[in-house]
């Protein structure tokens, strides 16, 4: 194979420490995730608030909340078309710029309706876990990057409480106006990161793809693991480009139908549990503790039982906790309120170990390349769809059944057990297709053109894969921390000795 002429490299960070420059930045993105998804929560309630649009009625008021949801499933589906054009880099660049511009039209809003055109044009920046990060240290940092994001859901609330002392209406423009300070930052950080190296080779940007790929792995572009992980990607992009399909939704919904559904199913799963929970109290910081600290242990965890083994003991413990919730509701005796509290402290607990980050880390490890960006960005549609629908209905359902709300959601949480969620810890993305059964399909349809081909003579050439070699670099703090050892097992595909 010709290896590509890489392009000099620029960036003094290489390796571990570019990695995690990488992640802390994602981390903002998460971060402002989160504060946006908060702060309204706050300001809605504030007199200066309320006066300034006239006291606004519970319609006016949740359309203002709920209508956010709407435009970030609009541009959740646009995403992944723009994310195909214009790469994951400028797609981010371009959202933070459109994020800013919306928290400005927020900030300076003359009443409703131009408070109501802010919300739908700010875009919603979903976190993207690092993908392109070593195989052993790919969950724990999307971990990271999900701790990031309650973080800045509990700084929106502290943000509103703290400006509520200001007598005026600085006291609901400011913490809107923080959105436009970090969204600024966002879109100038995003152009001194690295493109993704997989969209660079899958557009014909080899050099560059090369150069990123070795500056991961420690800047030596004679590196043998960034050599073969180049080969690896460059010839998965190869192969998928000889097999002759498009990359429409339609196609991807043909082909990895199961990839898609596993993947929307993973976020609409993750709304349908909170649904069960009644609204808190925004100034409940004990609940913020809680939960914050719970979604630390994955950063060890996740890359060492792996993603299933998380799904599932978070399952059992959220839906032993709506249960018991509903029976403690049926039951209305004098320990209910501090049983129900109980409750609400495992769940959120189990729901940070487990349904929170693994839903947004789960999509873009088990999508192809060629279909990577539309299939997140239809399993973040999918996240805020039904975020809409358990908003919309769950205070009617708590009328109308009552306590049984909560065991019904807690069916939702046994439903884990009937989708199967493949193990991927330890899978390279560009040997996902065997942990889904698609390379023995794919593997038929090479041995009957082999078939073929020698009973005319002429033996095709077989695409080889380099073996990754044994990484022997010596591990930095973090590493030490997570337990990521030179050690470690790791997956290999199968070579054709084994075969």
């Known amino acids: 194979m010709v290896q590509p002429m890489p392009l000099p490299s620029r960036r003094r960070l290489v390796g571990q420490s570019l990695l995690y420059a990488i992640s802390i930045f994602a981390s903002l993105g998460v971060f402002l995730f989160g504060y946006d998804q908060g702060v309204m929560s706050g300001i809605i309630t504030g007199p200066h608030f309320r006066k300034y649009f006239n006291y606004p009625g519970p319609i006016e008021v949740g359309t203002m909340v709920a209508v956010l949801e709407v435009g970030a499933f609009m541009t959740s589906i646009a995403a992944g078309r723009v994310g195909d054009m214009i790469g994951r880099k400028g797609t981010l660049f371009v959202g933070a710029i459109i994020f800013t511009l919306g928290g400005a039209v927020q900030t300076f809003t003359t009443g409703?309706?131009?408070?109501?055109?802010?919300?739908?044009?700010?875009?919603?920046?979903?976190?993207?876990?690092?993908?392109?990060?070593?195989?052993?240290?790919?969950?724990?940092?999307?971990?990271?990057?999900?701790?990031?994001?309650?973080?800045?859901?509990?700084?929106?609330?502290?943000t509103d409480y703290f400006c509520s002392f200001i007598d005026s209406h600085l006291s609901w423009r400011i913490p809107l106006f923080i959105q436009c300070v970090i969204g600024a930052i966002l879109?100038?950080?995003?152009?001194?990161?690295?493109?993704?190296?997989?969209w660079l080779i899958d557009t014909d940007q080899d050099a560059a793809g090369m150069r990123v790929?070795?500056?991961?792995?420690?800047?030596?572009?004679?590196?043998?693991?960034?050599?073969?992980?180049?080969?690896?990607?460059?010839?998965?992009?190869?192969?998928?480009?000889?097999?002759?399909?498009?990359?429409?939704?339609?196609?991807?919904?043909?082909?990895?139908?199961?990839?898609?559904?596993?993947?929307?199913?993973?976020?609409?799963?993750?709304?349908?549990?909170?649904?069960?929970?009644?609204?808190?109290?925004?100034?409940?910081?004990?609940?913020?503790?809680?939960?914050?600290?719970?979604?630390?242990?994955p950063w060890y965890l996740v890359d060492r039982w792996g993603r299933r083994t998380i799904l599932l003991s978070g399952a059992v413990v959220m839906g032993l906790a709506l249960v018991a919730t509903g029976w403690w509701m049926y039951m209305d005796v004098v320990q209910?309120?501090?049983?129900?509290?109980?409750?609400?402290?495992?769940?959120?607990?189990a729901f940070g170990y487990s349904w929170g980050p693994v839903p947004w880390l789960y999509p873009p490890e088990i999508m192809p390349l060629t279909i990577r960006a539309k299939g997140v960005s239809l399993s973040t549609a999918t996240n805020w769809a039904f975020n809409f629908l358990v908003g919309e209905t769950t205070p009617y359902l708590q009328e109308l059944i009552t306590w049984r709300l909560y065991p019904m959601h807690g069916f939702f949480c046994a439903c884990s057990f009937v989708l199967v969620y493949p193990e991927t810890k330890g899978v390279p993305l560009e040997e996902m297709d065997a942990v889904f059964g698609e390379d023995e399909r794919d593997a038929r349809f090479d041995n009957e053109s082999e078939r073929v081909s020698l009973v005319s003579g002429n033996r095709p050439?077989?695409?080889?894969?380099?073996?990754?070699?044994?990484?022997?670099?010596?591990?930095n703090w973090l590493s030490r921390l997570l337990n990521r050892t030179d050690g470690r097992a790791e997956y290999r595909p199968i070579s054709e000795n084994e075969e």
Not at 125 to 132: I, N, Q
Not at 187 to 198: F, I, K, T, V
Not at 241 to 247: A, D, I, L, T
Request: proline share 7%; charged share 20%.
């Open 461 to 475: 050439e077989s695409r080889t894969y380099t073996q990754t070699p044994e990484r022997r670099k010596n591990p």
């Open 213 to 297: 790929i070795a500056d991961l792995h420690g800047g030596d572009l004679t590196d043998p693991i960034a050599v073969a992980e180049f080969q690896e990607i460059k010839d998965k992009v190869l192969g998928e480009r000889e097999n002759g399909e498009g990359r429409s939704y339609g196609m991807m919904w043909r082909k990895y139908k199961r990839r898609v559904l596993l993947a929307m199913s993973s976020q609409a799963f993750a709304q349908l549990r909170l649904a069960g929970w009644p609204r808190r109290h925004p100034y409940d910081w004990n609940q913020f503790y809680i939960y914050v600290l719970s979604t630390l242990p």
């Open 336 to 349: 209910t309120p501090k049983a129900v509290v109980i409750c609400v402290i495992i769940f959120n607990a």
């Open 187 to 198: 879109a100038a950080g995003s152009l001194l990161m690295p493109e993704s190296p997989r």
């Open 112 to 158: 409703f309706w131009t408070m109501i055109v802010g919300r739908i044009i700010m875009v919603q920046l979903p976190p993207r876990p690092r993908t392109e990060c070593y195989i052993g240290m790919r969950g724990a940092l999307a971990c990271m990057e999900f701790t990031g994001n309650i973080i800045g859901y509990s700084s929106s609330v502290w």
